[in-house]
């Protein structure tokens, strides 16, 4: 059974840097698309991009584009979601996903990391 | 773009739903998913390729639909249904969410 574990809340101030992570069990890691899903409170769910550890691939939404840096280390099972200067606007619960193939939907889900971004 | 409808629906437990999920571009082979997500957990797949249900899904949830049209049914609400609906199309990039629909109790 896959599963995803994401590390804890965070309450950081505009302008500083964060990566939060994402372990994923019960599968090999290198054989599933880790995805980043944004949503903001209250809102809807955004695809931000996706990952794969097997090759690094790395795919982005334009609209994150240049805002936010995926990476994996698969020496440990873990993907990353990086901003190196944090805006009030980046406050939102951020989901990793996985799915097998890009014919495939996110059928596994993270518990949610909450970003908090205030002065 | 992905558009839902209606953005709330008041049922009464026992009776059907019918959400919808309509798409600016034909969704390539019925890429198209449904999600779940009740208040502070993660979205739930219930429906994936438009009408497959997910692994553990009752029967009670129906999806159909091709090209650029599509629909959830449930079809007698159960308390543990009323919750946020999600439609996902997960092929084209970027992959896309349509805005949700509500489904509360009447």
């Known amino acids: 059974e896959v599963r995803l574990v994401q590390s804890g809340a965070e309450v950081k101030k505009p302008g500083e840097s964060l990566k939060i992570s994402c372990k994923g069990s019960?599968?090999?890691?290198?054989?599933?698309?880790i995805g980043w899903v944004r949503q903001m409170p209250g809102k809807g769910l955004e695809w931000m991009g996706s990952i794969y550890p097997g090759d690094f691939d790395t795919r982005y939404s334009p609209s994150f584009q240049g805002q936010v840096t995926i990476s994996a280390d698969k020496s440990i099972n873990t993907a990353y979601l990086q901003w190196t200067s944090l805006r009030t606007s980046d406050t939102a619960l951020f989901f990793c996903?996985?799915?097998?193939?890009?014919?495939?939907?996110?059928?596994?889900w993270g518990q949610g990391t909450l970003v908090t971004v205030s002065s | 773009v992905l558009t839902q409808s209606p953005g709330t629906l008041s049922l009464s437990p026992g009776e059907g739903a019918t959400l919808s999920c309509r798409a600016s571009?034909?969704?390539?082979?019925?890429?198209l998913a449904w999600y779940q997500q009740q208040p502070g957990q993660a979205p739930r797949l219930l429906i994936y390729a438009a009408s497959r249900r997910a692994t553990g899904i009752p029967d009670r949830f129906s999806g159909s639909g091709s090209g650029t049209d599509f629909t959830l049914t449930i079809s007698r609400l159960e308390p543990e249904d009323f919750a946020v609906y999600f439609c996902?199309?997960?092929?084209?990039?970027?992959?896309?969410f349509g805005g949700g629909t509500k489904v509360e109790i009447k």
């Open positions: 571009q034909s969704v390539s082979a019925n890429y």
């Open positions: 996903v996985a799915r097998q193939t890009t014919a495939d939907p996110f059928d596994s």
């Open positions: 019960g599968y090999s890691f290198t054989d599933y698309w």
């Open positions: 996902h199309q997960y092929v084209s990039s970027p992959l896309t």
